[in-house]
């Protein structure tokens, strides 16, 4: 059965999913054990395949939908057992742009990996995440920008967390098709990645320092 | 095109009636608003092509629009998100789509390309390509819907401009098919040196140069990118300096001008350049599919009901109207005319807007 699972994740099988994670949940594995033994892991395999080229996009989005499935199920039953996930990430796509593809990666492929997301979708201002930030105490922002016109709202966006105040508790990871590690650096990001899978390691890897 | 109409255009708009339900005031302002801003649009493009080449020496890159049939899919029709799901649940349909769409496609290709042949057709390319899509999905539903009609261009004598915007290296091979000459492939954030050892000796090549550096890099390192690519790709001719995307308001103009002076002044062949014509000049007429990798085009496609370019066919009018004594085949023309205006509105606004 955990290997039914697991398969269901890894093949994108949504259907399949929420029957499995029922018959799992029933037989007494803790939800906690779902999303830890079965449900990330098998994300992780699935980013793997990603970046060695053996699966694509397709994959991955349908990997996320079934995953999806199975944390309706679960993430109430964490909840309601005062779970504390991984850790918490404010994802957006910034100011003035609406690109929103890979931002939903990364919000899926977090979830997946066992983080709380706070999505505010697109053409978030800097204020309103400064606010997720303080309201959620997050520990991670994932920024995505698609257009040079819209890059530098990045950058007004860690202004915005340093005003703040909140600069110092949180790490900015940022990315996008025209983003490069040089401009990551410039605007002082914490880091940045090509691929939603690479964002998944930066945010584990945030989580693991603070803690 | 029914379909479009029909189905589509209410849906996407918030002011067209569903068809079946009573009309409205603004429904039919709509139609008479579209129809004619788009004229005043595309009217535009003929004043402001004029002004750039009297005052700028500078000609359109391209004249005519096209994309492939499953980026239409995506684009405008099922979302990228749900063409991934229908490829998962229905990849059947979505095929018999893409091929639905094909002759139409060609039509507005060809109607609305540079009738002297000179410029290509602009084939934006938007995410039809891995990792978008897995390599099967491009082997079994992009390609083979998209390459007769690349061919079918190719025949009538023109050109296409493959924009192909993100990364498409992993295609190059498949693109090697079509014939030399055929098309310009554009680079964005593919490696433009590695393309150029595939495709160099088979097509024009553009682009290449990050707009991320023309927006924010120095003159200098602007200058050292177009020498980079000047040295690399251009010197056995067939390539055309551009930026690798769209360039938008934040590009700095300093580093157009460096851009353009610096390839004007070192960008400069030895040799007379009449002869790189030739590669343009191959696609007139029958040469075109003789100097090719064969390619039937879209031979053997079975003929949609109703002919591209028109909405409701003539056969349907005439029987609604007194018997013509005159010239049938005039009146005809004047109802394919009529028709065509409400055919480019619907299409239009399925592939320009």
Known sequence: ?211 | TGFLYNVWLPRVSREVVPIGEPSTYRNNLSFVKGGMAMMEYFGAFGTQNALMRSESGTVSAIAGIFKAPFDIIADKLRGYIGLTMDMHEQPDKVLKACEALMPHLLHVALTTADPDKKVPIGFWMHRGCVPFITPDQFASHYWPTLKPLIEEMWAHGNQVLFYAEGDWGYHLDQFKELAEGSIVYHVDKGDIFETHKKLGDRFCLSGGIPNVLLSYGTPQEVRESCKKVIDEVAQDGGYIMDASAIMQNDTSIENMKVLTDFTREYGVYSSGSSSSGSQATKGEGESGKASGAGGNGMAGYPEPRIKPGICRPWEEKVVEIPEIRGDEAIVRQQWENTEALANVYIWQCLLSF
Do not use: W, Y
Request: glycine share 10%.
């Open chain 1, 1 to 211: 059965m955990k290997e039914e699972l697991h398969q269901a994740i890894v093949s994108g099988d949504a259907a399949a999913t929420g029957p499995l994670v029922e018959k799992a949940l029933a037989e007494g594995v803790k939800p906690l054990e779902v999303v830890q033994g079965i449900l990330s892991p098998a994300m992780d395999e699935v980013g793997r395949r990603f970046e060695s080229g053996d699966c694509f996009v397709p994959e991955l989005l349908l990997a996320a939908r079934a995953m999806k499935s199975a944390m309706a199920i679960i993430q109430p039953l964490l909840a309601e057992s005062g779970v504390e996930p991984l850790g918490r990430v404010v994802v957006a796509t910034v100011n003035g742009d609406l690109h929103d593809i890979g931002k939903n990666l990364v919000a899926a492929l977090l979830e997946g990996a066992g983080f709380e997301v706070i999505d505010l979708g697109v053409d978030v201002l800097p204020g309103k995440i400064v606010e997720a930030v303080k309201e959620k105490e997050a520990q991670v922002v994932a920024l995505s920008a698609l257009l040079t016109t819209t890059m530098p709202s990045m950058r007004t966006t860690i202004e915005a967390l340093e005003e703040a105040g909140v600069r110092e508790g949180v790490k900015v990871f940022v990315g996008g098709a025209p983003i490069t590690q040089r401009f990551a650096e410039e605007i002082g990001a914490d880091g940045f990645s090509e691929n939603a899978v690479g964002a998944v390691a930066l945010a584990r890897g945030a989580v693991a320092a603070s803690s």
